[in-house]
Nanobody
Framework: VQLQASGGGLVQAGGSLRLSCAASGGPFGSYGMGWFRQAPGKEREFVASISWKGAVTRYADSVKGRFTISRDNAKSTVDLQMNSLKPEDTAVYYC??????????????????WGQGTQVTVSS
């Protein structure tokens, strides 16, 4: 499975960005999908996840109410809509795919395939 993330950029605090991840090479509709982020000097952290049919979503407390994860199985894409961005959201954002249709854990180890990452920078 190959994952290609896009949509990152530079935005002012309070602004919005929409990240997109395109998948190829596997049965996308059977995978649980997630977004993670990693800031300089910090460990990779969970942001959001969505189950194979989109019925179950989960968010980190730090982004709940501001970020929305969604997927389109017909297009093999998963998006992350980010609103009310804060400087502390600055990081490289990664999309990931799990062989599990519903991923309960937020641990990166539950995901098998990873995209290359896209930089999000929020200025104050």
């Amino acid at each position: 499975v190959q994952l290609q993330a896009s949509g990152g950029g530079l935005v002012q605090a309070g602004g919005s960005l929409r990240l997109s991840c395109a998948a190829s090479g596997g049965p996308f509709g059977s995978y649980g999908m997630g977004w993670f982020r990693q800031a300089p000097g910090k460990e990779r952290e969970f942001v959001a996840s969505i189950s194979w049919k989109g019925a179950v979503t989960r968010y980190a407390d730090s982004v709940k109410g501001r970020f929305t994860i969604s997927r389109d199985n017909a297009k093999s894409t998963v998006d992350l809509q980010m609103n009310s961005l804060k400087p502390e959201d600055t990081a490289v954002y990664y999309c990931a795919a799990s062989s599990l249709p519903v991923v309960i854990s937020t641990m990166p180890s539950m995901y098998t395939w990873w995209g290359q990452g896209t930089q999000v920078t929020v200025s104050s």
